[in-house]
């Protein structure tokens, strides 16, 4: 089974600062198709999770281009450029190319 | 405009059999490389992979969870379905139904989500 290993935030952090989520798989996630199977979904307090970026790097429709993700094939980090309230919540790491899994989650706090 | 509602009995105990269904709309389960997934997350805690269904009828199992999960669907009624046997305490969550990209495999819509209970 793959697992999905994520880092934590120095929480809370100032609104308007940059910061870097992590995440990390036990094998690479990169297939045959030359396209990485990590995704980034952000489930703010009291809603359902949305996708924020597929295939590592591409972010999902409507997504600001705050979000950016860029990776290797097994370590990943979504970057969040000047946090904003709406940003708030928890961020998860999910694999697909061996079945599904999600990674613990990363909270991010607003100063 | 894609929508999915999941639905379920609220409440159940130990031991008893928990049926739920995904009533969506906007897209069709029979159109090539679309799936549902059932994902679930207990209170306070992350989110847990549980099962997919494709539109071929390919079904892959969380293997933790495996032999107490059927999946299955009813295309012409755009609705999936999840079952889980033998239920206990640890299967209280908030239970989500999502719609898989057929282009990116990715959870690309989700539902609102419904509260399960197990207690006796």
């Known amino acids: 089974d793959i697992v999905m290993t994520q880092g934590a935030l120095p929480n809370p952090v100032p609104s308007g600062e940059s910061v870097s989520i992590t995440c990390r798989s036990s094998k690479s996630l990169l297939y045959s198709d030359g396209k990485t199977y990590l995704n980034w979904y952000l489930q703010r307090p009291g809603q359902s999770p949305q996708l924020l970026i597929y295939?590592?790097?591409t972010r999902a429709s409507g997504v600001s281009d705050r979000f950016s993700g860029s990776g290797s094939g097994t370590d990943f980090t979504l970057k969040i450029s000047g946090v904003e309230a709406e940003d708030v919540g928890v961020y998860y790491c999910?694999?697909?190319?061996?079945?599904?899994?999600f990674g613990a989650g990363t909270k991010l706090e607003l100063k | 405009q894609v929508t999915l509602k999941e639905s379920g009995p609220g409440i159940l105990q130990p031991s008893q059999t928990l049926s739920l269904t995904c009533t969506f709309s906007?897209?069709?389960?029979?159109?090539?490389?679309?799936?549902v997934g059932w994902i679930r997350q207990p209170s306070g805690k992350g989110l847990e992979w549980l099962a997919n269904i494709w539109w071929d009828d390919d079904k892959y199992y969380n293997p933790s969870l495996k032999n107490r999960l059927t999946i299955s669907k009813d295309t012409s009624n755009n609705q999936a379905f999840l079952k889980i046997t033998n239920v206990d305490t640890a299967d209280t969550a908030t239970y989500y139904c999502a719609r898989i990209s057929p282009i990116t495999t990715s959870f690309d819509y989700w539902g609102q989500g419904v509260m399960v209970t197990v207690s006796s």
């Open positions: 295939w590592m790097s």
């Open positions: 906007g897209f069709s389960l029979s159109t090539y490389g679309m799936g």
């Open positions: 999910q694999q697909g190319l061996e079945l599904y899994t």
